[in-house]
């Protein structure tokens, strides 16, 4: 079967920048199709000739990523609507690796955030409930 | 995403001076963000720390050349980028590219600059090349500034998918919904004002080969928003 990848998922391929599942495809093809292989040789040529892409620059220079508040702001549902599909179509449908890996790790943040106010209000309770069955009799 | 903020450029700073405390700083702020990046591809934590471990050197090794105008956190990923390029080839899973186009050298390993060209000419040519890069990223971020204010997120959207993604008109148009000669219109007027971004700052059109590809796909049609 042969793969027909854009230009730009291949460049973003060289740069480890797509979505995990998009770099292993890439790679399965790479092993199955020699020729890949050379069109991103040249790719890597045509850069090092000095040509510029746009989809490199942009991710690059992350033109629209949306800052690590504004994805914080997302999963606490503080984002303005507009702006909330827009951080839900950058991370998912553009697929922007950076802004995963962000969201991933502010989600673990929270994660372990809601870990330790779950362990206060089990200290809390383990330390008061016996008061509980006092009053109870 | 703006460049380096001051508060990273003043932790940077430190860090350079040898502050350790500044150095925990760092590490604490950016190590969540890097591990998820890694592990997204090595799918095993030991092994996706192991890689965060070698950025965090890298960065330190890398800081006499590191521009701390540039954004910190791009810095760190680009150097992750690297190490775990190198710890999927060595586990065989990314295979390894032919130098350039024609040969096939297996024995010689992949890496996204090329290192066998001549120091010199790297330097010259970078140079010359960053500020070529820089000068389309400013004039990108403007268009992308100004339709976010006016609103026009369709066609963020738009450039994003067919720039960044690569799609064809088509698959960006069924995906948003839109008509294909909408996709065409917002193209067009996107590569219209990098077009005269170029002209204006005096660029060689000929290293920017998408803006020249063909003639825009579509003039402005009826159906233009």
């Known amino acids: ?137 | 995403m703006p460049a380096s903020s001051q508060a990273d450029k003043l932790l940077v700073q430190r860090v350079r001076s040898g502050d350790e405390e500044a150095w925990n700083e760092l590490i604490a702020r950016f190590e969540g963000r890097l591990l998820a990046f890694v592990e997204s591809r090595t799918r095993q934590r030991a092994r996706a720390e192991d890689v965060v471990q070698e950025t965090f050197i890298g960065f330190l090794t890398s800081l006499p050349n590191y521009d701390s105008r540039r954004s910190l956190e791009g810095y760190l990923f680009s150097i992750a980028a690297h190490k775990l390029t190198d710890q999927l080839r060595r586990e065989g899973r990314r295979p390894t590219l032919p130098l350039s186009p024609g040969t096939s050298s297996g024995a010689s390993s992949w890496e996204p600059r090329g290192r066998d060209r001549p120091a010199s000419s790297i330097l010259r040519s970078g140079e010359r090349r960053h500020l070529e890069e820089n000068a389309l990223a400013a004039a990108i971020r403007e268009q992308i500034v100004q339709w976010q204010r006016r609103g026009d997120w369709e066609k963020v959207r738009a450039a994003e998918l067919l720039f960044v993604r690569g799609w064809a008109n088509r698959d960006v148009a069924a995906r948003l919904g839109i008509s294909e000669q909408t996709v065409a219109n917002h193209k067009f007027e996107f590569i219209a004002k990098l077009r005269s971004a170029v002209r204006r700052q005096g660029l060689p059109e000929e290293v920017f080969p998408e803006l020249y590809a063909d003639s825009p796909d579509a003039g402005r049609q009826d159906d233009d928003r």
């Open chain 1, 1 to 137: 079967m042969i793969h027909r990848f854009p230009q730009a998922a291949l460049e973003a391929y060289l740069d480890e920048a797509l979505p995990a599942e998009d770099m292993a495809r890439i790679e399965k093809a790479l092993r199955d199709e020699p020729k890949l292989a050379h069109e991103l040789a040249a790719l890597n040529a045509r850069r090092d000739a000095g040509l510029h892409s746009l989809g490199a620059i942009w991710r690059r220079h992350r033109l629209s990523c949306p800052s690590r508040e504004q994805l914080g702001s997302y999963l606490l549902g503080t984002l303005s609507r507009e702006m909330a599909d827009y951080v839900e179509f950058h991370v998912q449908m553009a697929g922007c690796r950076c802004c995963q890996a962000n969201l991933a790790d502010l989600e673990a943040h929270q994660a372990e955030a809601d870990e330790i106010v779950q362990s206060r209000r089990r200290k809390y309770f383990q330390s008061s409930a016996g008061y509980l069955r006092r009053r109870r009799r």
